[in-house]
């Protein structure tokens, strides 16, 4: 077995170990997450070109991270109330109190040259008469 073969294979299953760990108990997207994975695998399964495949087994490990790290699984308990499945992986921001006396400015205009309607190409009209 090749190199990259063997690598794709450990990328293929270890996507599933993490699809198992994040989305555990929710039947509906373990069953989503198992067709997306084995379709994108299998519609790539002939490709020839090594750097191709680096890209796709480097596609793999960057999904696996965002999985593991941003995704946040939660579980209504009762009307309104919902319990929040956090792992030791979870990415975690500052948590910044909010100031309701701060003074948000307003966005730079994006329209340097158009007319008040925004309109591309600086206002001309792209319609053929």
């Given amino acids: 077995m090749s190199l990259l073969r063997r690598e794709a294979l ?26 997306e994975i084995n379709e994108q695998f299998r519609k790539n399964r002939s490709e020839k070109n090594e750097d191709e495949i680096k890209k796709m087994i480097q596609l793999a490990h960057d999904v696996d991270n965002e999985l593991r790290t941003s995704v946040i699984q939660a579980i209504q308990e009762k009307e309104g109330v919902y319990k929040l499945r956090i792992t030791e992986e979870t ?15 307003k966005p730079a205009s994006r329209n340097l040259k158009g007319n008040s309607m925004g309109d591309c190409c600086g206002g001309q009209s792209t319609a053929k008469n």
């Fill in 91 to 105: 990415t975690r921001l500052d948590n910044v109190v909010f100031n309701p006396d701060a003074v948000i400015e």
């Fill in 10 to 35: 450990r990328a293929f299953k270890k996507l599933h170990r993490t699809r198992q760990f994040v989305f555990q108990g929710d039947e509906l997207t373990l069953k989503a997450g198992r067709k």
